[in-house]
């Protein structure tokens, strides 16, 4: 689906003192800061986009100049006083002078304050744009992102709706336009579509979170796991998993600040590896597909422990990771039940019993698993086996999926 995009950004700025389109976030390649314009501009450009409008207006002179260096089209909105829904208007009127939006099928409306929208929350949009385009025809519904029941940015709108809009009468704004329009909501697994910075305690929050925006929250991977409709089953034993994997990552890296050292892993992330290792259950090579997948959602770190979640080889030399220990935590998870890793590959071994090369390969798997548990237990002084009861033993599994 070809879309457009209108860029709000002509706000006066007065709680920030600053002209927010042109704040520093950590959003370029590798997390270098560029401006919060630059920054959607990429967001958008990667998923194929390339008809993008600015609206500036207050501050006009930096926002457009801003514009003119990321080569994207910038139009003035003259009365920027009379507040957002006239700047959603000069972007709408710029895309409709604009030949080649004609084959736009929809426009996102975003404020350049909310500039921290995962490349997720647009693809989940577009897919069920393509949906309702098949189920309703001529008149497909406006979009709006949901997380956590509260509505975020950015709104997909029908192309064809825009004459609609900008005949409104400007009564409520843009919810105001959409009042007579078809709408619905969709969940989307980002908290971010609700992030905006109008103040400078604002900023400093989004700066924080913006280091943390290609990993999902616990909460935002409950809401990704009930998108893809993953079984129940699957459900209690990524739970259990996740919890495991962050015990792990909890003891570890207090072992290693009672020694002086950084913690080098987040029992945040960790969990959340576990509670998406199993993602693409079902699929051949699953663990392929689930890393796959998270990639092109813009989640590279979550795709790498997914993708490495059957068997690790560490070298002696390289440091204990978040992904290590998911593969750990899977291995002392037989389904919910924990088990020892002599009983987890005796099972395998005796399935294939009969086959040479299978059982070689299980064998190494088994001697790298054990491996890594001797290590784990060496830098953190406790069993892993035993940190996997404890873990397991507070974890009420009946709670799975209710997130």
């Not at 002078?97 to 949009?125: F, H, K, Y």
């Not at 490495?308 to 290590?324: C, N, Y």
């Not at 002599?342 to 294939?352: A, D, P, T």
């Amino acid at each position: 689906m070809k879309f457009s995009v209108v860029i709000l950004a002509a706000g006066q700025s007065s709680r920030m003192g600053r002209v927010k389109a042109l704040l520093p976030l950590p959003l370029g390649p590798e997390g270098a800061n560029c401006s919060a314009l630059e920054g959607l501009a990429r967001l958008y450009r990667d998923q194929g986009v390339d008809r993008i409008v600015v609206v500036s207006g207050y501050h006009a002179e930096e926002v457009e100049a801003e514009s003119r260096r990321l080569d994207l089209v910038c139009t003035r909105n003259p009365n920027p006083e009379q507040g957002m829904f006239s700047s959603v208007c000069t972007g709408l009127s710029r895309l409709a002078d604009n030949p080649d939006s004609s084959e736009s099928e929809a426009i996102c409306i975003t404020p350049v304050d909310v500039p921290l929208v995962r490349p997720l929350t647009l693809q989940t949009l577009l897919e069920e744009a393509k949906k309702d385009l098949e189920r309703f025809g001529a008149r497909p519904p406006v979009l709006i992102p949901l997380f956590a029941g509260r509505e975020g940015h950015p709104p997909l709108i029908p192309a064809a709706y825009a004459s609609h809009i900008l005949a409104h009468n400007g009564r409520e704004g843009l919810r105001g336009a959409f009042s007579s329009l078809p709408r619905r909501v969709v969940s989307v697994a980002d908290a971010m579509i609700l992030e905006d910075m109008d103040a400078p305690e604002d900023y400093e929050r989004l700066r924080r979170l913006a280091l943390s925006r290609a990993v999902l929250t616990p909460e935002e991977a409950w809401v990704l796991l009930r998108q893809r409709k993953v079984a129940q089953k699957i459900l209690r034993h990524s739970q259990a998993v996740g919890e495991v994997a962050a015990r792990f990552a909890a003891v570890l890296g207090q072992s290693r600040e009672s020694a002086g050292e950084a913690a080098g892993c987040s029992p945040q992330l960790a969990l959340v590896g576990g509670l998406l290792h199993d993602i693409c259950k079902g699929a051949p090579h699953h663990e392929l597909a689930g890393g796959d997948l998270l990639d092109s959602l813009g989640l590279p770190r979550l795709a790498e422990i997914v993708r490495s979640h059957l068997d690790v080889d560490l070298p002696d030399e390289a440091a204990i990771t978040e992904r290590e220990l998911v593969c750990l935590a899977d291995k002392y998870c037989l389904g919910i039940r924990l088990t020892p890793l002599e009983s987890r590959y005796e099972e395998k071994k005796r399935q294939f019993r009969d086959n040479a090369e299978a059982l070689t390969a299980i064998e190494a798997r088994e001697q790298r698993a054990q491996k890594l548990a001797a290590r784990l237990a060496a830098e953190c002084g406790q069993s892993p086996f035993e940190l996997a009861r404890t873990a397991l033993a507070s974890l009420n599994l009946n709670e799975a999926g209710r997130h």
